[in-house]
């Protein structure tokens, strides 16, 4: 099997990759290619390579500022036979044919120790500053794997540079067979001599880790003097302990690591050696336990993608083309929220306790409404409460018009639940939405806590969104929206996509600061039932009525179409202050109710 292994000034600048024949990769400081991020010489993609007949072709890219040396001479294009190598910068790349043969017949161990974790739990590092800051590089170095094959590379890397008296470094998976002990597969495996090209691992210790979930040494005799035929273990090691990766989706993986005793001619004690090995073990234990769980975290996300539905295609795009820890980490930025509620959900679910199945398909489609014209508009979905769902605007990139796209929204929602309403063959024919909008800063990106996070965004605006919501049902509006939201819709929409009522100017229950709340609507051709002229005769009203002129305002309110329900929430307020304003009017009306 055809390997490349990179070395650069350092121990820590190596990485070995298989060579899979036929298939073309390249080689650069990028993030989609083979990576060589140390070396500054190298360029984002520097060249492309592909093994073929035996050989590696390797092209220097038209992008590459640096030459690539091969035999001392700068080439544009050569064939790498295993054995040779090349150069660029500082970094050198060689090509070199390895074999793996796992073998069950190597002689039994002259020793064998099994570390619990519960053991090495106690035991004390003998160079704790220096194990504990590889352990604090480790989760970043790892986490940079893109899969399971980067992953177990940068493991193996990082074991081979940590641990001094390994000799060579593997990760091992055996697959569960109810009907044999499992097949074994060598995932990665890399050596501190390049020239070695055969790696020999011991199955009876593979399996012994595996079968006791515990760490477990095997210290052979010296190979050297072993005339037994049937030993096959390497002649570079003595000794080799394996341990258990645990954690979901981890089951049969373990790390493999041999060395070989320093040959002073001294007699060796196996037990002392044994021994002399606890604290390389237990920093194995540790990488393999971070190796575990991150293996289960992106199973965790494989097995979420399901819901890609509502992965904003902003988020997919961000993630994508930079560093998800970067570009999702939580930050303050200008938002416009968007809370969307079911009406009647409760009801709905008292009269279908004998069918919440089929409820619960409806629900999801409705919920997929909103999801989907959300999502349209370049929203983020960043919440679900049951049968609502919340969208957001403005991040992880800045929208300018992110309040237009808001309320294009919240529009299309209204107008397929409308159409649903009409049509008696429609799943969603009895179901009403609420819609409430809101505008202002706040903090989104990756919010939650250390066991659970979520995309999502957090500050007061959230709370007033829904709170507009809320409101609808008492204003009997079917989309409401704050001041901020209003002047931005006006400036970014014409009248031929949407129009703005101001409603009233009120103090929602819980809160101390009065609020102009509006009316999101339909232009006047898809919604006639309120002309332009409805609208202004409506916003008079409201005008005399801050103006303490009541009769007034009564008066035009009665002019509004009958029809319109929002009216009615002013006409009853006037009404129940006998059309006089109270000592002291300020022109908010005060919400008893939520």
């Not at 490349?4 to 990028?30: D, N």
């Amino acid at each position: 099997m055809p390997y490349l292994i990179a070395q650069g000034a350092t121990p820590m600048q190596r990485w070995k990759r298989r060579v899979e024949i036929g298939r073309r990769f390249s080689l650069g400081r990028a993030d989609n290619v083979w990576q060589v991020a140390w070396d500054n010489h190298i360029s984002s993609r520097h060249a492309e390579l592909e093994f073929q007949g035996g050989r590696l072709q390797v092209t220097k890219l038209s992008t590459a500022k640096n030459p690539i040396f091969y035999h001392g001479r700068a080439e544009n294009s050569f064939a790498l036979a295993p054995g040779e190598h090349f150069v660029i910068g500082t970094t050198s790349f060689a090509l070199v044919e390895e074999q793996v043969d796992v073998t069950i017949d190597t002689p039994p161990p002259v020793s064998e120790r099994v570390f619990s974790r519960d053991f090495l739990e106690h035991v004390q590092y003998k160079h704790a500053a220096e194990w504990l800051e590889t352990l604090s590089r480790l989760p970043q170095i790892i986490s940079r794997a893109t899969d399971d094959d980067e992953l177990c590379a940068q493991l193996v890397n990082v074991l081979l540079t940590s641990i001094r008296q390994a000799s060579l470094v593997a990760v091992v998976t055996v697959t569960a067979q109810p009907e044999s002990n499992g097949q074994i597969a060598i995932r990665h495996w890399d050596s501190r001599d390049t020239d070695s090209g055969r790696f020999a691992p011991s199955e009876r210790l593979i399996r012994a880790a595996v079968a006791k979930q515990a760490s477990v040494v095997h210290i052979w005799a010296d190979a050297s003097r072993v005339t037994e035929p049937s030993f096959t273990q390497s002649e570079e090691t003595d000794w080799a302990y394996c341990t258990p990766i645990s954690g979901l989706g981890s089951e049969g993986w373990v790390i493999y690591i041999a060395g070989r005793q320093a040959d002073d001619g001294a007699a060796v004690d196996w037990v002392t050696k044994a021994d002399a090995l606890q604290d390389d073990v237990k920093f194995t234990e540790l990488a393999a336990g971070m190796l575990g769980s991150l293996r289960a975290l992106r199973r965790l996300e494989r097995q979420k993608t399901s819901l890609s539905q509502f992965i904003s295609p902003v988020v997919l795009e961000t993630v994508a083309d930079q560093d998800p820890d970067h570009s999702l980490a939580p930050r303050p930025c200008e938002v416009t929220v968007l809370f969307c509620d079911l009406r009647g959900f409760s009801l709905k679910s008292e009269r279908s306790s004998e069918n919440l199945l089929g409820l619960l398909q409806r629900v999801s489609m409705a919920l997929g409404v909103m999801t989907r014209h959300i999502l349209q508009q370049g929203g983020v979905i960043g919440d679900f409460h049951g049968d609502a769902a919340m969208g957001f605007w403005g991040w992880p990139l800045a929208q300018d018009d992110r309040m237009a796209r808001a309320c294009r929204a919240a529009l299309q929602i209204r107008q397929e639940f409308s159409a649903a309403a009409h049509n008696h063959d429609d799943p969603l024919h009895d179901f009403r939405a609420g819609i409430g909008i809101a505008s202002g800063d706040a903090v989104a990106g990756k919010i939650g806590t250390i066991d659970q996070v979520k995309v999502t965004v957090f500050g007061p605006v959230v709370n007033l969104a829904s709170r507009l919501e809320g409101m609808t049902k008492l204003l009997r509006a079917p989309i409401l929206i704050d001041e901020a939201t209003a002047t931005g819709a006006r400036q970014q929409l014409s009248a031929e996509t949407a129009r703005v009522r101001r409603v009233a100017r009120v103090m929602p229950l819980g809160i101390e600061t009065p609020l102009e709340v509006s009316e999101l609507l339909p232009p006047e051709a898809e919604h006639p039932e309120l002309s332009n002229q409805d609208i202004a005769t409506y916003e008079a009203a409201l005008d005399a009525l801050q103006a303490e002129d009541w009769e007034q305002a009564f008066s035009l309110l009665h002019q509004v179409p009958a029809d319109d329900r929002v009216k009615d929430f002013l006409t009853v307020f006037i009404a129940q202050n006998n059309r006089l304003p109270p000592k002291q009017w300020d022109g908010v009306i005060r919400m008893t109710a939520k």
